[in-house]
T-cell receptor
């Protein structure tokens, strides 16, 4: 079974609009971490934001925020005021201890295209 | 900013050649990883290391091998390259193995085997 599910293979957004990229996860651990990465066409993976399972507040980093709903096991990435440079693949990842030995698991990614 | 380096960035070679992809990090991270990724697709973990003299195989069956003789260096070797090895290879490191430890990635090596 998929540990990380990203159901949107592709998303389109108008420049300056906000966009939400979905991520659901599956774990029986109490302690785990959730991450989002951006991968532009150049291929490098850029760390964006982290949310711990015990964090009560949603993580924010500049224009990025993570909508963490623990009961639903979802960790959606919200990008506010989209820019053309936000066009990239976005990957959700999880680190868990039990059964995972804290080896990160990645989703299949969502391709985001920002239109001018 | 992460300091993790991969060389070469691009490599085109013929079938049967032995190749080594280099990965180095200057952050003193104990844990290092190698991923294989086809364009626009998910990452597949092929090898990881907890520290010096520690190497483990990942989820994806791979014909490659790795070594970890020094903390900062984690090279990946293909003894006999095949066209099926054509892919992007990403190296990553993290300070430890806890849930909160962020992985930092190198720029990747794009390998084409003819």
């Amino acid at each position: 079974a998929q540990k990380i599910t990203q159901t949107q293979p592709g998303m389109f957004v108008q420049e300056k609009e906000a966009v939400t990229l979905d991520c659901t996860y599956d774990t029986s651990d109490q302690s785990y971490g959730l991450f989002w990465y951006k991968q532009p066409s150049s291929g490098e993976m850029i760390f964006l934001i982290y949310q711990g399972s015990y964090d009560e507040q949603n993580a924010t980093e500049g224009r990025y925020s993570l909508n963490f709903q623990k009961a639903r096991k979802s960790a959606n990435l919200v990008i506010s005021a989209s820019q053309l440079g936000d066009s990239a693949m976005y990957f959700c990842a999880m680190r868990e201890g039990q059964g995972g030995s804290y080896i990160p698991t990645f989703g299949r990614g969502t391709s985001l295209i920002v239109h001018p | 900013e992460a300091d993790i380096y991969q060389t070469p960035r691009y490599l085109v070679i013929g079938t049967g050649k032995k190749i080594t992809l280099e990965c180095s990090q200057t952050m003193g991270h104990d844990k290092m990883y190698w991923y294989q990724q086809d364009p626009g697709m998910e990452l597949h973990l092929i090898h990881y290391s907890y520290g010096v003299n520690s190497t483990e195989k990942g989820d994806l069956s791979s014909e490659s091998t790795v070594s970890r003789i020094r903390t900062e260096h984690f090279p990946l070797t293909l003894e006999s390259a095949r066209p099926s090895h054509t892919s992007q290879y990403l190296c990553a490191s993290s300070a430890g193995g806890r849930a909160a430890d962020t992985q930092y990635f190198g720029p990747g090596t794009r390998l084409t085997v003819l």
